[in-house]
Structure formats: structure tokens, C-alpha cells
């Protein structure tokens, strides 16, 4: 069966860390990019951060360069968004999704349960 499962979601106080992370079964995530995407109450979901397939490139939104990194383990077959110095608007709930190349919200159409990231003293 072929999945993406996020976990690694948190409460978390103004400048802690996290790291998310984004399992594949059934299929090797290595062949893939790989996008995070977030989207939080009231707001559009947005692309936080991609890595793609082969050369590892990584990409990220400006609001979150410097900050968050993303990263593969091939072994685990999982992606994972390292944050740092996490502030109250990266509240929300976090996806990720796979494509040949990073995904955008409007190619992609299937959507996991995502994990929550609650950022608040």
C-alpha cells in the first residue's frame, strides 16, 4: 500500500524546535521530490520547503529560510523538516506530498492527515 504519513507535530513554546517527519511505504521515496506544505486556521495551505529527487536540492518559502531545514534518510525512506526558532505564525498543520519535481498545493490530490504544530507560550 502506498503511503505518506507526517508525524513529529507538537506543542511548542516561541523559539523551541521541532522536527517533522514524513514516512513513505510501499514505494521508494528517494525517486521522488518531495514537498511540506502548511496550512494554517482560516488560511490557504502553502508550500513551506521541498527536496528533490536525485541531486537533493532543497527550496524553501521565504518566511521560513534560515530557519527550517528539510532532509532525507534514504535508509528510513522518510523526509524531515527540521524547525528551528519556530515563531507563532508556523502554527498550523503540516503536509507533505511527492512528485517528480516539488509539488505545488494545485498538482497535488491526495492529502495525508498532516500533523499539527501548535507554537504558543
Known amino acids: 500500500q502506498v503511503m505518506l504519513v507526517e508525524s513529529g507535530g507538537d506543542l511548542v513554546q516561541p523559539g523551541g524546535s521541532l522536527r517533522l517527519s514524513c514516512a513513505a511505504s510501499?514505494?521508494?521515496?528517494?525517486?521522488?521530490?518531495v514537498g511540506w506544505f502548511r496550512q494554517a486556521p482560516g488560511k490557504e495551505r502553502e508550500g513551506v520547503s521541498c527536496?528533490?529527487?536525485?541531486?537533493?536540492?532543497?527550496y524553501y518559502a521565504d518566511s521560513v529560510k534560515g530557519r527550517f531545514t528539510i532532509s532525507r534518510d534514504n535508509a528510513k525512506n522518510t523526509v524531515f523538516l527540521q524547525m528551528n526558532n519556530l515563531k507563532p505564525e508556523d502554527a498550523a498543520v503540516y503536509y507533505c506530498?511527492?512528485?517528480?519535481?516539488?509539488?505545488?498545493?494545485?498538482?497535488?490530490?491526495?492529502w495525508g492527515q498532516g500533523t499539527q504544530v501548535t507554537v504558543s507560550s
Open positions: 527536496i528533490t529527487s536525485s541531486v537533493g536540492n532543497t
Open positions: 506530498a511527492v512528485d517528480y519535481v516539488c509539488p505545488v498545493v494545485a498538482t497535488v490530490t491526495n
Open positions: 510501499g514505494f521508494n521515496l528517494v525517486d521522488y521530490a
